[in-house]
């Protein structure tokens, strides 16, 4: 069972580094353990995270792929998907049948389909929409629907930061 | 650092007071009588106590598992503050037994389950690291062998307290250690099956089974000692507060085990017994990878009733968590087992049925084939739906309601639930039958309607063309106005101005059939475009999505 969560976690590292997808780099942080992967996540062009450069690692389970990874951005983030403590909250690394938010249909749920490039590109496109129905940031979420400046203005500043940048 | 500070800070602490106690009293035990009665003496003692537990732990951490990784790290201050919660409302219930043994008890518990926890993150890490040298068999094994000894003697403490001198805290202390050796239990077999398949080259394909299994057991002994724990203390005492987050977290994982058993060996018993073998042309068309490992087939794939193929090891693994196609969703349990090629079409009406329903059975042209192009066959009926498409897979197979696990025998029921079960029963049959009855109606009026075409097409050899279909009619205008065709054109003339009088029998029947052709025909058209508009909007929609999400 481990060996062969290791050779499909090989496999897509190796799909990853051929053919990676725009704005997004993923890899093992050692070699020698290659269940525990960082990623660097671009933010999507024309929204509010636009040209940040976020960090995040995600922990694969010794029965992946039947069970999906856990993903926890390293950076300061403030989103409505994404907690306090950098964790993403998003359908796609949920089994079914674990219900955190109780709304999501099962279509969009965990399965050996689903792969690491897939869930980094539903991140980046939950950065560019957020969904402020899951209460993974109440704030953040609460701002995002009645204070769009305000979220814009905390996005830039996360933005700056990632990049090493004075806030402005 | 801030912890070698806090060290020296302490031991400085402990030397002024100490030293204080001596320089009054000049000799061991007044000093020692003087330092008790201290509070502020005893408050730097108790500080000084729990920094040395600290650096105990520390060290025999260092021992055991070296440096933490974060992960386990983190998990170690989860589980702790979880624990210390529980502590302090353990503490509320035995207020009357409150002092420094206690506390020192509880924090030696303390003590002794962080190990229990590290050792089994240790223990499922195993899964995931390529090398496993042979420090780490000798680290787990001393350090569990260990606990395993503190358990056995925390319990028979407990137990010889609690026989001796009647109830009290020890009863709490003798269950969670009970709770603990459990844990050791599950540890080693853990540990064991993981060492086994590390040695092993080929992936072992029952060690997830055995995992699950011994989950359930493990599971389903602990909720026997927390459902008896609860009952004693709730005699005893009060309700155990304290106990309730762990109980219902044993209570679930343990229902979650025992469904998982149940229904994976009910999908695993599908698919050996019902699922075929993908051919090699079917491997071949799924470009011989399985979707689940990302390695390629070669042989021992199977194929769902859903047409996904994945290797049938593969699937069996997924099968002990859900029951679901990988790739569709579709639940195996309660598809239709796929009957080899002996009855597809019945099949693909019960698919097709629920949207029949609505529509009158003699107006439901979309079920019907397109208009006969080769020579018709006498009265042959074709098959009833041969254009049909496949049913989409997630929908419409659960329509007719899943059949509920029967029990083995019946004999042990009481009467109110056999007629419970029997009306459900007796609803399932009825809409079975309403179903079958929906089929059968749509079944003749597709045969009426065929065997209207067959005759019409037979009688009228000339008007063949202009029996086509709207789209024929204006292709033929086009025709005529470019005037390339000279045999249309004849043809959409007597469409456009029917004959006066043909006088043969054929005549009347023409008339009669005609106009009800063509408006079903005109009907089967809209109708069509319609759906190839849905089609082509749900294809755009989801391409949409799919180049969004790629
Ligand atoms: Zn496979
Ligand atoms: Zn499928």
């Known amino acids: 069972m481990a060996g062969s969560a290791l050779r499909r976690l090989m496999a897509e590292y190796k799909q990853l580094t051929l053919n990676p997808p725009e704005g997004i780099l993923a890899g093992p942080i050692n070699e020698e353990n290659f269940f525990e992967w960082e990623a660097l996540i671009t933010g999507p062009e024309g929204t509010c995270f636009e040209g940040g450069i976020f960090p995040a690692k995600l922990i694969f389970p010794p029965d992946y792929p039947l069970s999906p990874p856990k993903m926890q951005f390293i950076c300061e983030m403030f989103h409505p998907n994404i907690y306090a403590d950098g964790r993403v909250c998003i359908s796609i690394l949920h089994a079914p049948g674990d219900d955190p938010m109780g709304y999501e249909s099962s279509a969009e749920r965990w399965s050996p389909v689903q792969s690491v490039e897939k869930i980094l590109l539903s991140v980046v496109s939950m950065l560019a929409e957020p969904n402020d129905e899951s209460g993974a940031n109440v704030d953040a979420a609460k701002m995002w629907r009645e204070d769009r400046e305000q979220f814009n203005k905390i996005a830039e500043r996360l933005v700056r930061r990632t990049l090493g940048l004075p806030p402005p | ?550």
């Open chain 2, 1 to 550: 650092m801030k912890a070698v500070l806090a060290t020296v800070i302490s031991l400085a602490l402990t030397t002024v007071v100490i030293g204080n106690a001596y320089y009054q009293k000049k000799q061991f035990y007044p000093s020692i009588v003087y330092l008790t009665n201290s509070n502020p003496s005893m408050a730097v003692m108790y500080l000084q106590a729990f920094i040395l537990v600290l650096l105990v732990g520390k060290l025999l951490r260092k021992i055991f598992f070296g440096q933490l990784r974060p992960a386990e790290f983190e998990h170690l201050i989860e589980r702790s503050w979880y624990a210390i919660t529980e502590t302090c409302l353990a503490f509320t219930v035995f207020r009357d037994d409150f002092n420094p043994k206690f506390i020192a008890l509880f924090t030696l518990l303390l003590f002794l389950k962080a190990f229990h926890w590290l050792a089994e993150d240790r223990v499922d890490y195993m899964e995931r690291s390529p090398v496993i040298g042979w420090i780490f068999h000798v680290r787990i094994l001393t350090l569990l062998m260990l606990l395993a000894q503190a358990d056995t003697y925390f319990i028979h403490h407990a137990y010889q307290f609690t026989a001796s001198k009647g109830p009290s805290v020890q009863l709490v202390f003798g269950f969670e250690y009970s709770i603990l050796i459990i844990m050791i239990v599950n540890i080693l077999i853990k540990y064991i099956l993981h060492a086994i398949d590390s040695r092993w080259e080929a992936p072992w394909e029952s060690k997830a089974a055995v995992l699950l299994y011994t989950e359930l057991a493990i599971n389903f002994l602990k909720v026997l000692l927390y459902i008896g724990f609860v009952a004693v203390m709730v005699r005893i005492y009060t309700l155990p507060l304290f106990a309730f987050r762990p109980m219902y977290e044993t209570m679930r994982s343990f229902k979650k085990a025992y469904n998982d058993v149940v229904l994976s060996r009910r999908a695993i018993r599908n698919m050996n017994t019902l699922y075929p073998d993908a051919t090699p042309v079917e491997l071949a068309a799924a470009d011989n990878e399985c979707i689940i490992c990302r390695e390629e087939m070669h042989s021992g794939a199977k194929k769902l009733p859903c047409n996904h193929i994945f290797h049938a090891a593969c699937l069996r693994l997924w099968f002990q968590r859900q029951q679901t196609c990988p790739t569709c969703r579709l639940n195996v349990l309660r598809a239709p087992a796929p009957e080899p090629a002996a009855a597809p079409q019945p099949a693909a009406g019960v698919g097709g049925a629920p949207a029949a329903a609505p529509a009158p059975p003699a107006a439901h042209p979309a079920a019907h084939p397109a208009p006969p192009t080769g020579p018709p066959q006498g009265t042959t009926v074709p098959p009833p739906f041969p254009n049909m498409p496949p049913p989409p897979p997630i929908m419409a197979w659960g329509v007719p309601p899943p059949p509920p696990p029967r029990p083995a025998s019946l004999a042990h029921l009481t009467v109110a639930e056999l007629q419970r079960l029997e009306g459900t029963e007796r609803r399932n049959i009825e809409a079975r039958l309403q179903l079958l009855r929906e089929i059968q109606a749509m079944l003749d009026a597709s045969v009426l309607l065929m065997q209207q075409y067959s005759s019409v097409v037979n009688n009228l050899p000339i008007n063949n063309a202009s029996i086509g279909t709207q789209t024929d009619v204006s292709e033929k205008r086009e025709g005529r106005q470019v005037k390339t065709e000279p045999d249309v054109v004849p043809t959409t003339s007597t469409h456009k101005q029917p004959s006066p009088a043909p006088s043969t029998s054929n005549a009347t029947n023409e008339d009669e059939v005609y106009p009800d052709s063509s408006t079903s025909e005109s009907n089967l058209n809209s109708q069509r475009d319609k759906t190839d508009a849905n089609a082509e909007e749900l294809r755009r929609r989801r391409l949409q999505k799919f180049t969004i999400e790629k």
